[in-house]
């Protein structure tokens, strides 16, 4: 899209974890513009129906750390999308 872009984590904890980060350098949601956040929540859907598509799974996790307590580790926007399945 024309202010995010989503990405493979090269990390991944489960296969066809993805990660859709704006293009705009922003530490957190805290910081974006709605036009910013709009467009992020847009492209994480989309990326939402193609990760449940095409990898199995029972369900998806999607989630957005801010700070040191709640674990986020880039200080960098961005939405985790991965697929689950029941006792991973």
């Given amino acids: 899209s024309a202010l995010s872009v989503a990405i493979v984590d090269l990390r991944q904890a489960h296969a ?4 859709v980060v704006p293009r705009a350098h922003l530490h957190d949601l805290r910081d974006a513009d709605d036009a910013t956040i709009a ?3 847009q492209l994480t859907a989309r990326v ?3 990760v449940a598509a095409a ?3 029972d369900g998806l996790s999607i989630w957005h750390s801010i700070g040191a ?3 986020q580790e880039v200080p960098h926007l961005h ?4 697929p689950r399945v029941v006792g991973d």
């Fill in 16 to 19: 066809g974890h993805l990660i």
């Fill in 39 to 41: 467009d992020l929540m």
């Fill in 48 to 50: 939402a129906r193609a």
């Fill in 69 to 71: 307590g709640a674990h």
């Fill in 55 to 57: 990898m199995p799974n």
């Fill in 79 to 82: 939405v985790h999308v991965h």
